[in-house]
């Protein structure tokens, strides 16, 4: 795999980024998790970061869908007597934004915190085990793709890189907040490795590589080392690094 050459795809299935009743729920749980730090704690970096990253999430989602560099489906909220409401695109980019940036901020933030008070960590493994519970139980859709995104735009690549400086030299200058970005960063890519294994094992991801041919492009047969690279990537640095320049941004 070339990464500057080849185009290296992130396949979503099933109807998670479809299902705006699982964003709403999720953004609910991390709104109850803010509003705990605050009364328990007098603490307003919660809040902080979940709106923070919510908002330039979003953006950064609007980018991605009017740049058509990620394409997915229209997001629909399911009633109890099981019709289908489709969401205004958006508020859908919204909820987008929220579950993708704001959620997996605040998670890592708040028991981050808390890594050492066992009955937060008992919390936070329930969490994950409802995470692993909803996954098994949902198929697949008959593997129809949901949501398609290249990860390896010139873009995207130079967004990721100059991030990563950016992290690097705020942690160099504030050592006193080292221990607690770390325990961040370590919740969100614990929560996300998790996830991420369920979902390439239940189908509803997978990775795609069209090799370039000259001045074309064809599908490149399948690679474990491939997959491994292009989600241990999505895990690593585009939650991992990417989401503690929220930390930086809003709580420093």
Aim: aromatic share 18%; with cysteine.
């Amino acid at each position: 795999m070339k990464v500057f050459e080849d185009k290296c795809y992130i396949i979503r299935r099933g109807d998670f980024a479809t299902d705006g009743n699982k964003k709403i729920l999720y953004s609910l749980f991390s709104f109850a998790l803010c509003l705990d730090d605050y009364v328990n704690n007098n603490s307003l970096d919660c809040f902080s970061i979940m709106m923070g990253s919510t908002v330039l999430w979003t953006f950064m989602e609007i980018f991605l869908y009017v740049t058509k560099t990620r394409k997915i489906k229209s997001m629909y909220i399911t009633h109890f007597n099981g019709k289908k409401t489709k969401i205004p695109k958006t508020f859908a980019l919204l909820l987008q934004g929220s579950e993708e940036g704001g959620v997996i901020t605040t998670i890592g933030l708040y028991f981050g915190d808390r890594l050492s008070h066992f009955k937060y960590f008992l919390l936070f493994h329930i969490f994950i085990l409802y995470i692993v519970f909803n996954m098994t139980i949902k198929q697949t859709h008959n593997g129809k793709t949901q949501s398609k995104r290249q990860i390896n735009t010139n873009s995207s690549i130079f967004i990721m890189m100059a991030v990563t400086i950016y992290n690097l030299k705020t942690i160099i200058q504030y050592p006193l907040h080292y221990s607690r970005q770390c325990n961040m960063f370590f919740v969100m890519i614990y929560i996300s490795s998790i996830w991420s294994c369920i979902a390439y094992y239940k189908g509803f991801r997978k990775v795609e590589v069209h090799k370039k041919e000259g001045n074309n492009y064809s599908v490149k047969p399948f690679s474990h080392l491939d997959t491994l690279y292009i989600l241990g990537y999505d895990i690593f640095f585009e939650i991992g690094v990417a989401y503690l320049t929220f930390y930086n941004w809003f709580i420093l």
